[in-house]
């Protein structure tokens, strides 16, 4: 089983014209210390989405899903499905991680491909175009790991919370 990692605002929104909306380092510190050396699945769109400067994303193996039999590009590995790309690398010590965006999310859960999620929640409001699906939160346990303050560097207070499938 896969494990999920997103970052959701309060109603909601995870992006917005093919890209991220906030800008929250502490945030992203905790996404990159997650997901560095294991392995990162993710539409093809959020891949596109990620600056050139940081794609591949580092340190991790970089798969993409695509309905698009033709596509390929540097430094990423690519499958027909999210089923296939967890498939894939079941027998690796590595995890693998879902890493959005709202297309392959909804996908995941939905076809109950993830038994872990780890959501920081903004405590705000967003305008945006892309949603995280409604789960029901009765079939998971949580656990909150992290609560951050605003700060100079962090313009939006958020928690981190681990869901454990029951
Ligand atoms: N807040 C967060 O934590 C977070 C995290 C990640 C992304 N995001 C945001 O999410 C947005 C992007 O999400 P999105 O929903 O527009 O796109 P997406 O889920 O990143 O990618 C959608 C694409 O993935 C492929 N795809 C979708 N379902 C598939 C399936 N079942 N099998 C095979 N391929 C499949 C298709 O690619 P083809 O068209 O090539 O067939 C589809 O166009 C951006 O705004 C991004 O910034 C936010």
Known sequence: MAKLIVAIASNRVIGKNNDLIWHLPADMKFFTETTKNNIVVMGRKNWNSIPDKYRPLPHRLNVVVSRDPEFSDEGCVVFGSVEDAIEAYKM???ETYVIGGGQIYAYALKHNLV?????????QDFDGDTFFPDFNEDNWEKQLLMSHPIDERNPHAFDVWRYTKK
């Open 115 to 123: 038994d872990e999620m780890l959501i920081t929640t903004i405590h």
């Open 92 to 94: 690796d010590d590595r």
